[in-house]
């Protein structure tokens, strides 16, 4: 009885601890978990850790990477680089999924270290330039903040970055932060062409305000607008910004085993973006009843 009490007691204050610091990473150990570096299709490799997504595009041109996630995740991103061959300092441009410190903190680094030019949607540009402190929700928490980094591109929805004949293509999916960016790119493997998409976000956050949320007034009418966009884009496999959102972990084991074609996953792509839909629609009924 008085071990259930205390891991009641203790899941409680887990939880509890969770929702106040979403983001911190000592609540996710997968977080900074190196993970081994491979390719996904074409020149898509992840070069990411147990759940934080990165991924770099190489091409003749140089390479491109998405997500430098945090400061400390830095070194296993390079590690991971390298391990396929490639040298670090040849990232010439760095993209990220949104303005959170999970994603984007060790951007200033990354930028040291190797010249890269960082593009970034304009709903995020102030708050990557800012280090975090303009951010609608974490602005205000230090454990949420990091070294600013400077914006050479402004991204727009549609935009596209070119480098070494690869092409991507910015996909604005806001609600979870105001330049929230789902990537796609287009692959060959095997001749055939199949269809990249990298998930921004489409999660709301433990204490996000959907209904009268003054430091971003327009975020429900956003999350609406990024799901009819994650709706309409045409998906064989499916990547996002956490490892979690398509179960890499999973595929990778099959991979591993041998079973081809893992990551392509358009029926998965669906029921999650469905899922989170659902959860997001959820979530703004019950406050519009007044019962945040
Ligand atoms: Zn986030």
């Given amino acids: 009885m008085k071990v259930a009490k205390f891991s009641l007691r203790l899941t409680l204050f887990v939880f509890l601890a969770s929702a106040t610091f979403p983001l911190a990473a000592q609540n996710n150990p997968a977080w900074l978990t190196p993970f081994p570096a491979f390719r996904i299709a074409g020149n898509l490799y992840y070069v990411g850790s147990q759940d934080l997504g990165s991924y770099l595009i190489a091409t003749p041109r140089g390479l491109i990477l998405i997500n430098s996630s945090f400061e400390a995740s830095v070194p296993l991103i390079k590690k991971s680089v390298e391990s396929l061959g490639f040298r670090f300092s040849d990232i010439n441009i760095l993209l990220i999924s949104h303005a959170h410190d999970d994603h984007c903190s060790g951007s200033e680094q990354i930028i040291r270290l190797t010249g890269a030019k960082y593009y970034v949607m304009a709903g995020d540009v102030s708050v990557v330039e800012s280090g975090g402190r303009t951010d609608f929700q974490y602005g205000a928490q230090k454990a949420h903040h990091y070294p600013p980094a400077h914006v050479d591109r402004v991204l727009h929805d549609g935009s596209t970055v070119s480098l070494g004949g690869t092409v991507l293509t910015a996909h604005l999916t806001p609600g979870h932060t105001r330049g929230t960016t789902t990537w796609t790119i287009d692959e060959a493997e095997n001749g055939h062409v199949l269809h990249v998409v990298i ?15 003054k430091t971003y007034p327009q975020i429900a009418a956003d999350y609406h607008h990024g799901f009819q966009v994650l709706k309409s884009l045409s998906c064989d496999i499916f990547l996002g910004a956490h490892g979690g959102y398509y179960g890499m972990k ?5 991979w591993k085993q041998g079973e081809s074609g893992v990551f392509i996953d358009p029926a998965g792509y ?3 973006i469905a899922d989170r839909e659902q959860a997001f629609e959820a979530e703004l009924k019950r406050q519009e009843a007044g019962m945040q």
């Fill in 199 to 213: 998930v921004g976000s489409p999660n709301v956050n433990p204490g996000y305000k959907l209904v009268g949320n």
């Fill in 250 to 254: 999973e595929k990778y084991k099959r």
């Fill in 270 to 272: 669906k029921s999650f």
